[in-house]
């Protein structure tokens, strides 16, 4: 059921970085996202599929992980992804349209925790040094990161208590609480 999908499909921050993504599931994911709608279906975005320890690394560098966790540098050397989907804009078919970024990368989280992998996307990146440590032709340009692996952490997702505070967080056993406002909070009547 989707709705089961889309409740597993929480952000994770802690992999089991000893199982790398395998190449042909990152493909498989790129071609969800290719399957996806975009804006007069211009199609101007591309991936870059990173899924070696060397390069995991490379990339790892250069992302800053959970704002709501000033505290915490990010995961710790054995709880890094094992794999990255870099979504990139190729500016020489034309610029962003902005919804598509997000329709495909839902379209990725959907897939991965289908395929029983975490996800979560970055978009606290330093383009500037990641582009070219990667080799990256100046035509492309770096939207967001979506780091992949298998979870090392458990993430309950609960109703948004009544001092309306939606920051993500940590309990004493590790345990990621992701704060959620309920329906009733969402739809607007008039």
């Known amino acids: ?12 921050r802690k992999f089991e970085q000893a199982e790398l993504v395998q190449v042909e599931i990152l493909r498989h994911l790129v071609n969800l996202a290719r399957l996806s709608p975009c804006s ?21 560098g250069h992302l800053a992980w959970a704002g709501y966790l000033p505290d ?13 989907i870099l ?3 190729d500016e020489e078919l034309g610029p ?6 997000g329709i495909v990368l839902q379209s990725l989280v959907l897939g991965a925790a289908r395929a029983g992998l975490a996800a979560c ?15 990256l032709p100046a035509r492309f340009r770096i939207l967001y990161v979506l780091a992949l692996g298998k979870p090392a952490e458990s993430v309950v997702v609960e ?15 590790g345990l ?5 406002r309920t329906l009733d909070d969402l739809i607007v009547e008039v």
């Open 40 to 60: 007069a279906n211009r199609q101007t975005l591309k991936f870059l599929l990173v899924a070696d320890a060397e390069r995991n690394a490379v990339v790892f």
């Open 176 to 180: 990621f609480h992701v704060p959620k």
């Open 159 to 173: 109703a948004v208590g009544p001092d309306g505070d939606v920051r993500y967080w940590r309990d004493v056993d």
């Open 72 to 84: 915490w540098p990010g995961p710790s050397e054995g709880e890094r992804p094992g794999g990255y």
């Open 121 to 135: 996307i970055l978009g606290t990146v330093d383009r500037a040094k990641l582009q070219p440590a990667l080799g």
């Open 1 to 12: 059921m989707l709705a089961d999908l889309v409740v597993r499909a929480r952000s994770v």
């Open 87 to 89: 979504l990139l804009n």
């Open 96 to 101: 962003l349209k902005e919804v598509d970024a």
